[in-house]
């Protein structure tokens, strides 16, 4: 299945927020990262060919981003994380490689292309 992901991929780790509910804090993910979840959500589910994928499967994700930041590892969990959530994958533990993942820029038209393929 490949799909892409259009807008400036976003980490979800790079500046966490701590915030407090009563007498409990929690970490949140930043806003940036939360405001692309929300916009590529609707995408993702709109291309997905599949739903709950729970077998074995490899990804393997091109970050064309707006600016040279962040490190390959955050995208790959900001992305992972937002399969899960779209539905696409039934867990992100089923994402056993990442085979062929680059990060890349492309400052006029920042996206994420990927493909994700069954692992035998």
């Given at each position: 299945?490949?799909?892409?992901?259009?807008?400036?991929?976003?980490?979800?780790?790079?500046?966490?927020?701590?915030?407090?509910?009563?007498?409990?804090?929690?970490?949140?993910?930043?806003?940036?990262?939360l405001?692309?979840?929300?916009?590529?959500l609707?995408?993702?589910?709109?291309?997905?060919?599949?739903?709950?994928?729970?077998?074995?499967?490899?990804?393997?994700?091109?970050f064309?981003?707006?600016?040279?930041?962040?490190?390959?590892?955050?995208?790959?969990?900001?992305?992972?994380?937002?399969?899960?959530?779209?539905?696409?994958?039934?867990?992100?533990k089923?994402?056993?490689?990442?085979?062929?993942?680059?990060?890349?820029?492309?400052?006029?038209?920042?996206?994420?292309?990927?493909e994700?393929?069954?692992?035998e």
């Open positions: 299945m490949r799909l892409v992901i259009f807008g400036a991929p976003r980490t979800k780790k790079t500046s966490q927020r701590i915030l407090t509910f009563g007498k409990f804090k929690k970490v949140v993910p930043s806003e940036a990262y405001a692309w979840r929300d916009a590529v609707p995408q993702l589910r709109a291309q997905a060919i599949e739903l709950g994928i729970a077998r074995p499967v490899n990804l393997c994700a091109f064309y981003r707006d600016a040279l930041r962040g490190d390959l590892i955050g995208y790959i969990q900001g992305l992972a994380d937002v399969l899960q959530e779209a539905g696409i994958l039934a867990d992100d089923w994402i056993e490689g990442l085979d062929g993942s680059r990060l890349l820029k492309d400052a006029e038209h920042p996206r994420v292309e990927f994700i393929e069954r692992l």
